[in-house]
């Protein structure tokens, strides 16, 4: 088996394993025991370890070894305030230039949230989420406002997937979806921005809620 087969084989195992909650955060990963477990060396093994740390997976403390992350509460807060920062300079900056093709896409992104969550699929349910919210800043063309978007709802996109109680109160934040594009077409930036505040300071405090037990990583590795 060559190396980038089984780098892409830990990889994939270990990220389905956190995005379906199958594993616990703040659970070590030991090296040794991934490579008996994939009959391999560890080199491709720290090479996926590595690619998990820069996607926020996987937090890597020098001379103790490789963890699933276990944001802090304060970090979660931290994550959200700066996303506040983020979404109203991406209102101000790219309301204006939002045409029919971005509403279509909100509106699409809407329905398909909607669908994953009759499903009950939370992974489909936050990426269509994320997308939902990067379409204003990717309006606005300022490219940096777009890669540090992007950055942190990639971050509270994992958090979320971590510690969110899907289907037991996720309804609201597609109502409040809906009302944003209402907003939109009423040409309403300024009650658009209170609704994404609150929407935010929503998912926020569903985090600070939400609770959530995981099997032990000994079972798969």
């Known amino acids: 088996m060559r190396k980038e087969t089984v780098e892409q084989k830990v990889y994939q195992l270990i990220k389905n394993a956190i995005l379906r909650r199958q594993i616990a955060p703040g659970n070590q990963l030991f090296e040794s025991a991934i490579a008996a477990k994939v009959n391999a060396s560890r080199t491709p093994i720290r090479s996926a370890i590595s690619k998990l740390e820069a996607e926020g ?49 909100l509106k699409s992104h809407t329905e398909e949230m909607s669908k994953a969550f009759e499903a009950g699929d939370m992974l489909v349910y936050h990426e269509q989420n994320k997308t939902f919210h990067l379409i204003m800043a990717k309006a606005s063309g300022n490219r940096y406002l777009i890669d540090f978007m992007e950055r942190i709802l990639n971050q509270i996109t994992i958090y979320m997937i971590l510690y969110d109680v899907f289907r037991e109160n996720d309804e609201n934040d597609l109502l409040q979806h809906h009302q944003m594009i209402q907003l939109i077409e009423k040409n309403d930036k300024e009650s658009l921005l209170e609704v994404v505040k609150e929407h935010l300071n929503h998912s926020l405090t569903k985090l600070e809620n939400d609770k959530h037990k995981y099997q032990s990583l000994t079972k798969l590795f």
Do not use: C
């Not at 944001?71 to 204006?96: D, H, N, W």
């Open 57 to 105: 997976l996987v937090d890597v403390i020098p001379n103790k070894g490789a963890f699933i992350v276990q944001p802090t509460m304060e970090e979660m807060i931290q994550a959200f305030e700066m996303r506040k920062v983020l979404e109203e300079m991406a209102i101000r900056e790219g309301y204006s230039k939002l045409v029919k093709t971005h509403i279509a896409l």
